[in-house]
């Protein structure tokens, strides 16, 4: 395909979503409450915050890779390594996108990220393909739990600014990848980006586990993982549940006695206490 084809063929595709996305919005939006607190506050949240690190990493990685794949393979076969990559990435997240993984999951589906990233650039042939295919493999399952944590972790009225925030990370991420991965290989060749690539997985896979070392991670990964019931809706769950199960053998003993069970033990008809 002639180089001035591939923008235009990418601007199509961008243009054709662009109108799918508009056309499945519902006429009536539901009206989400005016944003009070002050710009950036949102960040405070460990979860958008570690979503941020780790977004920016990964697709820093990502394009890290990326020029070293284009500078060692050339052009010819460079777009056929990407997109088995992004078959990987495809795959993955169909496999394991709408599983709820939790924090150590997480870090796993990452390590496959680095694991592949780091092979591309010790293996050469069939089995470069497979290290691409498994690099990507883990790249949109930590995507989507990283995304869906911060969706579970923030209320309504900020959460347009939280995904903004991970749209920036991601955009500057692509950005900073690509540059110091070019500057590299310009100085040490293919393998000098695939170094990078692979140092910004690794910081990626280790970015869970610095939040989780500075404190739980509230509303988010953990609570994906095991899908725990809050506490107020437990504790409701427990006042329905004890009205069922009808009097207990004590409360029945009181009653058969004469007494009134809501009445403190101890304490007579005349509230003066035995």
Not at 170 to 177: I, Q
Request: charged content about 10%; glycine content about 12%.
């Amino acid at each position: 395909m002639p180089i001035t084809r591939g923008p235009l063929a990418a601007a199509g595709i961008t243009l054709t979503g662009s109108i799918a996305f508009v056309l499945s919005l519902q006429l009536k939006q539901p009206r989400i409450a005016r944003n009070t607190s002050s710009f950036g506050r949102v960040l405070a949240r460990q979860e958008v915050l570690l979503a941020l690190v780790a977004n920016l990493a990964l697709v820093a990685s990502f394009m890290a890779m990326e020029v070293g794949v284009v500078a060692q393979l050339g052009h010819s076969m460079a777009g056929v390594a990407i997109s088995v990559s992004s078959l990987g990435s495809l795959i993955g997240g169909l496999l394991l996108g709408n599983r709820r993984l939790g924090l150590g999951a997480l870090v796993a589906t990452m390590s496959v990220v680095v694991a592949g990233t780091a092979l591309t650039g010790f293996v050469t042939g069939p089995l470069q393909f497979v290290a691409l295919f498994a690099a990507g493999f883990g790249f949109a399952p930590a995507m989507a739990v990283l995304y869906h944590a911060v969706s579970r972790g923030v209320a309504e009225n900020v959460a347009a600014e939280a995904f903004g925030w991970l749209n920036t990370g991601a955009l500057a991420g692509g950005a900073a990848g690509t540059a110091l991965s070019g500057a590299l290989n310009d100085a040490w060749g293919p393998g000098g980006s695939y170094v990078v690539a692979t140092a910004l997985a690794v910081g990626a896979a280790v970015s869970p586990l610095i939040a989780r070392l500075a404190g739980p991670v509230r509303c988010a990964l953990l609570l994906t993982a095991t899908h725990r019931i809050s506490t107020p809706l437990r504790r409701q769950t427990t006042r329905v549940l004890s009205a069922t199960r009808g009097p207990t053998r004590r409360t029945a003993g009181r009653r058969r006695a004469g007494v009134d069970p809501r009445r403190p033990t101890g304490i007579d008809p005349a509230g003066r206490r035995r």
